[in-house]
């Protein structure tokens, strides 16, 4: 089946120091990649859509200056949270799509548990 | 633009008993829907989806839904609970083909007492 791959799966960093989290789908090849956030006992919060090779369109309310992705394979996409604060903290999980379904399925990477200190 | 509701953020259930966790959507065209769920500091695995083929959609670990336009509605159910079925249960609806993005509910937690 489809595999994603998220990593790290958890990291603690400093405020104001910089995260990269990335996703990868391992065994196919996706064109759209989402990034969700999710804070505790909530739902999944998009993020930001991610095509490859262009640019990320972001959900209103996300900034992009804090929230950088690339796309820059088709399989692999990165985010990273600039200068960290603590609020920033939370589990972010990122899902791929495979270019050859039209369904809408998506497959989901294990997570990636951000802690800011 | 689509939504949905998932009724009751928690449902406790003892093992060997029915489950139900509810689903609402709202989709302006036909839609395409899912269950998810989540196991603790994990990511989402797909239980089952509905992509306008059978009205009643068989997924794993004997998981079914049943979607219902004229209630709008895609429960989730099962006929026996097991304790390993606790965890998060999502919801959610993706508007026709090609890259539409997936709406998730709130989600419901489903707890299992011996």
């Known amino acids: 089946g489809a595999v994603v791959s998220q990593h790290p799966s958890w990291v603690i960093c400093k405020s104001g120091t910089s995260v990269k989290i990335e996703c990868r789908s391992l065994?196919?090849?996706?064109?759209?990649m989402f990034w969700y956030r999710q804070f505790p006992k909530q739902s999944l919060m998009l993020m930001a859509t991610?095509?490859?090779?262009?640019?990320?369109?972001?959900e209103q309310g996300v900034e992009k200056d804090k929230f950088l992705i690339n796309h820059a394979s088709l399989t692999l996409s990165t985010l990273t949270v600039t200068s960290a604060h603590p609020e920033d903290s939370s589990f972010y999980i990122c899902?791929?799509?495979?270019?050859?379904?039209?369904?809408?399925?998506?497959?989901f990477g294990e997570g990636s548990r951000l802690t800011v200190l | 633009a689509q939504s949905v509701t998932q009724l009751g953020s928690h449902v406790s259930v003892s093992e060997g008993a029915l489950v139900l966790l509810r689903c609402n959507y709202s989709s302006s065209v036909p839609p395409y829907l899912f269950w998810y769920v989540q196991y603790p500091n994990q990511g989402l695995q797909l239980l089952l989806k509905?992509?306008?083929?059978?009205?009643l959609v068989k997924g794993i670990n004997g998981f079914e839904a049943e979607f219902k336009k004229s209630e709008t509605s895609f429960h989730l159910t099962k006929p026996s609970a097991h304790m390993s079925d606790a965890a998060e249960y999502f919801c959610a609806v993706s508007e026709g083909t090609g890259f539409q993005k997936l709406v998730f509910g709130t989600g419901t937690r489903l707890l299992v007492s011996p």
């Open positions: 991610s095509n490859e090779g262009s640019k990320a369109t972001y």
């Open positions: 065994d196919f090849q996706a064109t759209t």
């Open positions: 509905y992509t306008s083929a059978a009205t």
């Open positions: 899902s791929a799509r495979p270019r050859y379904l039209g369904t809408g399925e998506l497959f």
